[in-house]
């Protein structure tokens, strides 16, 4: 995968001040790690009159299969999917892999700075970049229209499927050749957004921020384009949420520079007052944001999510360095399949992923593997149990599990008058078996340190109203002593114990469901 690009000299300098433009030196051959393979800078030619830079993407497609970014695009299984993942374009044709390795190598020469020569980027050059193979679903049409609009005298040539057999046609590729005068940042920037564009496809999850490199990359040029609607569709993988989103703010972008102003001025939408107010946080960010500092509080570094459902607090943990040790645990299969995605376990790096483990298992029973970590917590999880089951949940986690430490939170059944939209004497989820008050949640905490031997305190999660305190209580248990047992047994009474053949897993009506994460309110 391979592009170069070449200036002259036009009188405002020598052509090697390329090399202060992509900051890096003429006379070196460098090297450079990115999420698709090492990437090589190196100067075929440096001299006054003519320099000309080449980028090489050294792909390496097993390597990208294994850690997830390789994957082929056949359908349903087809035979062929398999071999596709190794046996592919991506070592030769320019794609969103080289995208990527130009923003990685050339990051500041993409924004337009120059420290050491700051007038340089502003200038205006005599530039010609050539992309030897470049997939273009549309053919050489196509490229002529997006490419053209932006200044550039375009060469699109379709590439034969065979030299050697011409009656076969055409390839769906190209061979690039771009001649133009424009600022290097420019130039880089249509490189960034139309890579990808072209092949119609993205090696990586497309997710929300893609909107906000679009628009970045896009500045001064994509709100005016001919193309914007297709370049827009293509680029975010036509995910219509994040496309009709990118194309409402190219919109405001559009009107701003006609009307000489800025883009928040031209949105009607947005009340101006209301603007300046500051918007409250969801009650779920608070939640998390309340666990985050209970665990700090116990140097808590291996933690258990138990009821991760879709993996929301998982991936709060992940963020935070402290934690080596990541447990999201669950009844639900499909919770677990949704949490793994939310999470991109398939995208991580090998480091990242040894930090996470996401497993099936029914805290009504007692599991081995959950034991000898710092924390669990137990969000919103304890209300969708059946009350006769909770002495098996407090057994499971207390008792046979035991951590160091146990955060639990559960709504406050007090504060419920205060959702205009609840009508009264409902829970606020339809699967909740109960919601307990301050009083009762206090006293169900206290049985349970005294019985296990842990100390325990409660905060307030949300805002603490007066008279009915805050919209989500929290418990926070530290072990102090050896737990109490039955006399007779040995045993806290009326505890379930797994099967010999592992804990059970098909009780979807048990602790650790997925509905509990769909239940926040803000």
């Not at 409250?280 to 570094?301: D, G, M, Q, S």
């Not at 992923?353 to 007692?366: I, K, N, P």
Request: hydrophobic residues 40%; glycine residues 8%.
């Amino acid at each position: 995968m391979f592009l170069t690009i070449t200036t002259t000299e036009d009188g405002g300098g020598p052509a090697t001040d390329l090399g202060f433009l992509l900051h890096k030196h003429p006379e070196k051959a460098q090297r450079f790690s990115t999420s698709g393979g090492d990437a090589h800078v190196f100067y075929p030619e440096a001299s006054p009159e003519r320099c000309t830079a080449a980028l090489l993407l050294d792909v390496d497609p097993v390597a990208l299969v294994r850690r997830g970014k390789g994957k082929g695009k056949g359908r349903g299984g087809a035979p062929g999917q398999a071999l596709a993942q190794y046996v592919n374009d991506r070592p030769y044709a320019a794609s969103s892999l080289l995208a990527v390795a130009l923003r990685t190598v050339f990051s500041s020469a993409l924004k337009g700075r120059c420290d050491a020569r700051p007038e340089l980027p502003g200038r205006a050059l005599p530039l010609r970049i050539d992309v030897p193979v470049l997939p273009a679903r549309g053919g050489p049409a196509l490229v002529r229209r997006l490419l053209e609009p932006l200044g550039w005298d375009v060469e699109a040539d379709a590439l034969p499927l065979d030299g050697q057999f011409t009656e076969w046609g055409d390839s769906r590729y190209v061979r690039l050749a771009l001649t133009g005068r424009l600022p290097l940042s420019d130039a880089l920037r249509h490189l960034y957004v139309l890579l990808p564009v072209l092949d119609d496809a993205k090696h990586y999850w497309v997710s929300a921020d893609e909107v906000d490199k679009l628009l970045r990359a896009g500045e001064g040029w994509l709100a005016n384009h001919p193309e914007q609607a297709l370049i827009t569709r293509r680029y975010l993988a036509r995910r219509r949420a994040l496309t009709r989103d990118a194309m409402e703010r190219l919109e405001l972008a559009r009107l701003a520079e006609a009307d000489d102003s800025e883009a928040e001025e031209l949105d009607n939408a947005v009340d101006e007052d209301a603007d300046t107010e500051e918007r409250p946080v969801p009650l779920a960010v608070r939640r998390r944001e309340a666990i985050l500092r209970a665990l700090e509080e116990t140097k808590a570094r291996r933690v258990l999510d138990l009821g991760c459902g879709q993996g929301q607090l998982v991936g709060a943990l992940l963020k935070q360095s402290r934690f080596t040790e990541v447990v999201g645990v669950d009844v639900s299969v499909r919770a677990l399949n949704e949490a793994a995605r939310r999470l991109r376990l398939e995208r991580m790096t090998e480091r990242q992923a040894a930090r996470v483990t996401l497993m099936q298992g029914s805290l009504a029973y007692s599991d081995a593997r959950l034991g000898g970590y710092d924390a669990a917590v137990l969000s919103e999880v304890v209300e969708h149990v059946d009350p006769p089951r909770l002495p098996a949940l407090e057994h499971a986690v207390f008792g046979t599990a035991r951590p160091a430490s146990v955060v639990v939170t559960t709504p406050n059944a007090e504060y419920n008058v205060r959702w205009e939209s609840l009508p009264a004497g409902r829970t606020r989820h339809p699967d909740h078996r109960f919601e307990w008050n301050r009083e009762q949640f206090r006293a169900w905490a206290d049985e349970v340190a005294a019985r296990y031997g842990y100390g325990v305190e409660y905060r307030p999660v949300g805002d603490d109203d007066p008279e009915v305190g805050p919209p989500t209580q929290m418990a926070l248990f530290r072990a102090a002593t050896e737990p109490a047992t039955d006399p007779g047994t040995g045993a806290r009474p009326g505890t379930a114990t797994a099967p010999a053949n592992g804990p059970r897993t098909g009780d979807t009506t048990g602790p650790g469901t997925a509905d509990h994460a769909q239940e926040d309110r803000s």
